[in-house]
């Protein structure tokens, strides 16, 4: 996907993304903002099986999923999907 250039003089942001997975051991948010590496956002795990990251994005569309324990996952808490080149689906973060 290419996501759109970030217009000049608008500011990054800061984004605060969940995922909820009580049983899992490894969670880690991967998109097109880190280049589908698994290594650059690892989650932090919270209370009561809840994942965090924050991370810092200039205005853009980005497609993103979350990797549990070595199997893709998509977000729940965001109906906002695209079909990806391999024709599963991957979530969409609109950072404005």
Do not use: C
Request: glycine share 8%; net charge positive.
């Amino acid at each position: 996907m290419k996501r759109n250039s970030p217009k000049s003089g608008m500011k990054k942001r800061r984004i605060k993304m969940n995922f909820t997975g009580a049983k899992a051991k490894t969670v880690s948010l991967v998109g097109d903002f880190n280049q589908w590496d698994p290594n650059r956002h690892p989650m932090k795990h919270r209370e009561e099986g809840t994942w965090e990251k924050i991370i810092v994005l200039p205005p853009g569309n980005y497609e993103y999923k979350f990797l549990v324990d070595g199997l893709w996952e998509n977000d729940p808490l965001n109906p906002d999907l695209r079909y990806n080149q391999f024709g599963t689906l991957n979530n969409i973060l609109n950072v404005s």
